[in-house]
């Protein structure tokens, strides 16, 4: 049978009321929440028919699932996601009539969802309400996203025509548009209106429609509410209003609820979850606080680090990692001169570990955004290693990239006509598909009519297109005809420079021409997602950098392609993928490139605290090995996350703890004993020693003897405190060496250096305290003011951290001897 630990088994006694559990990475939750089931139907607390365990994701309800299978007694335990639960409201009320009938094929998946937005996009061109050109530009999946983000927080696109009873309007909210973007909003009015004409569901209305139907129907909601009589909800830390509110109404009448999550790892802002719910949950329901620290997954080097680094963020519930699988593995922070040699060290790691015995399969190499995977796709495959790439295709085959390439096609067949050459109709249809593509993209205000008219010339009569813009002046206003004389003149240009200028040089003048970043940064309702668009262009600027001319460049890329899908087995692959899509995932060795600041965190990026929320999430995959990889030069810093911790003397100490554990005590010297004397505390992993540590009796009491007897030595010198020892320290090594007194004892080398006090003369080691009010400049955040000054001891040395608001940024709080931060001025 299962052991549980202490803190599962509290989880699993819990009967009746709310309870909250903060459940860290690894944590075996879904082992306590089976349990608890489990008891809770064998004692009769609840019939099982009346118990829903649920959760946002689909993967983590059928791992529960899975689990429960092995008691007969908990078959019919209700287990459904969030929105199969609304649907199910919702097919409840179809049947009853407060909906009309859903039809046979209502249910719309995520890809059907484009023809409600296809045909709301033909809607406004009819009525007239959204410029063509808006519309030809428009990125459909951002469209949906923003869609998808207000009907999960309650935003409708007209509040007053949705005539919510009194009780729900405080909830809900009319939809803003995103800035720079007005249109937003008529567009998700007008999608809601087909959607209703077709009588069609999707994914997104399951949770909208499912908490209005229980707000709006008094008979309904008590049906709901009677259905169950305990609810579980794993990964609560991701709810958004709509569901949140929707669990409100399900558990009203009993309350007994319990929300499984850590806010450490709520990453999915930009989705509409919102960690308030999370965090605010043990005071609206007044609930029971329980908390599982023990790691089951990572080494104590993994946990050292992401404890650290996590611990920075001011909004979170605070509390740390146990190692519970103790020491061992590796944790590794490698620094390379450029990016390319970055790429290759990462190829040469998973070489080596499939050469250690581990699986392609077994090894995941974590990115930030998809813009960081070209180098890393190449290092692969030119190492002959397979990988493959979750939920996204190669970065050449991306829209973004794709379409600088497309322009460049485009101009090579307007050279062609104006060289009074034939196009093939493999060539027409090719040029066809480009211009449709290209020609308001960027915007250029060029209306449909107009646009056609170039492409009939160009196709019928065989006029370059490059020719038949400036022809157009007369018939717009003066900013489109100053458009189409620039997308002439850029043809001409493109079309002569693609033979002779390097491709790298090409792109990125065709890239400023264009305004191509910008563009892609303002047409999306969410600022990361076209910042992250416009880093994959600027990835792709940098990857085409001796590669030739833009000929050559595409030959390379095609030969890459070819040298992927040629690469076997696809079973047994290595797994390339963002960290976002890494969540709820565990790999034996994960590798994390582009550890830089403008990277981890990413520029783009308007929420810091979130940033660390993700880079936490990576530093949290790996079961043996973790490696981490940054560029190191003049003008490429280290990721803040880690300056602000020192990563590379905490990986040490962690290191050096582990070794001095494996060597004879009696061996150590009184600075050795000191550090294995302090790591526990100021790590966080007493619980590792007291619970989890793997060593022999009379090894623990070895070691803690030793420990012991130093400590002692310290106290009768009246010198602990100022070598940093607390009195938390004494009590776990007195409590780890047992009643035994009569261990060996052995003397301490350099003890008297240990013991010497600094000479009185001696110059201060820590610099001058900031002072609150001051202004400091800091290299990634910029100019700040210091709002807080806080001393903290580490060991056996005072450390002073800064909160400090950085303009336009919520405050960030740094370790002021580590952080590269100096006063302006100095």
Known sequence: MLHLTDQQQQ??????GPAL????????????????????VRERVFAPRRILVSSFNRAAVDTIGHALAQWPHCATVARHTLHALGFKIIRHAAQHSALPAIPADGLKTNGEERTLLWAARDLARQRGLVGADDLDAMDDQDLLTYIAVCKSNLRYPDLEAARLPAAAQHLATQAEPPPGLPYYRDLYRLYEEV?????WITFDDMLLLGWELLVRHADLRQYWQQSYDAVLVDEFQDVSLAQAEM??????????VMAIGDDDQTIYGFRGAQMAFFRGFAQRYNAQIYEMTDNFRCRVGHVVLANRVIAQNRERHPKTLVAARGWGGQTALHTAPTDL?????????????????YRYAQIAVLVRLNAHTPLIEQALISAHIPYQMAGDEPFFRRREIADLFAYVELAAFDQRLRAQQPLSPAQAERLTACWRRLYNRPKRYLNRQLSQECLTAALHHHHPLSVTLPTLADRVTARVANGLRDLAELLVWLGTAQATLPAADLLAELDERLGYQDFLRTQSGF??????????VEACLLYAQGKGTMSQFRAHLAELETER????????????RTIHRAKGLEWPVVLLPFCNAGHMPFRGSEDLEEERRIFYVALTRAREELHLYAVEDRETELSPFLLAVGANALLRQSEQFAALLERDPLTWSAAETLNVATFPREYGQERLLRHWWQAAPEVRRRVAGRVVALIEHLDAQQAAERLGLTRADPELW????????DLPRAPFTGLEHLLKPPPPSAPPSQPTPYRVGERVQHPHFGQGTVIAVEAGRSGRSVECYLTVRFNGRAPVKLLAGIAPIRRIGE
């Not at 989880?11 to 009746?16: G, K, M, T």
């Not at 860290?24 to 809770?40: F, Y």
């Not at 290759?344 to 250690?356: G, T």
Request: charged share 20%.
């Open 341 to 357: 040699a970055m790429a290759r060290l990462v190829a040469e790691r998973v070489a080596a570990a499939h050469s250690a015995g």
């Open 565 to 576: 899908a040629q690469l076997t087995p696809q079973s047994d692959a290595v797994d390339l």
């Open 527 to 536: 600022p990361e997602t076209g910042a992250g668009y416009a880093a994959n």
């Open 11 to 16: 989880i699993v006694a819990h009967s009746h």
């Open 247 to 256: 669990l409100d109404l399900l558990v009203a009448q009993h309350r007994n």
């Open 734 to 741: 007195a409590e780890l060496a047992g009643p035994v007194v």
């Open 195 to 199: 959607r209703h004409e077709r009588g």
């Open 21 to 40: 559990v903060f459940a860290v990475a690894g944590a075996g939750k879904t082992t306590a929440m089976v349990h608890r089931v489990e008891r809770l």
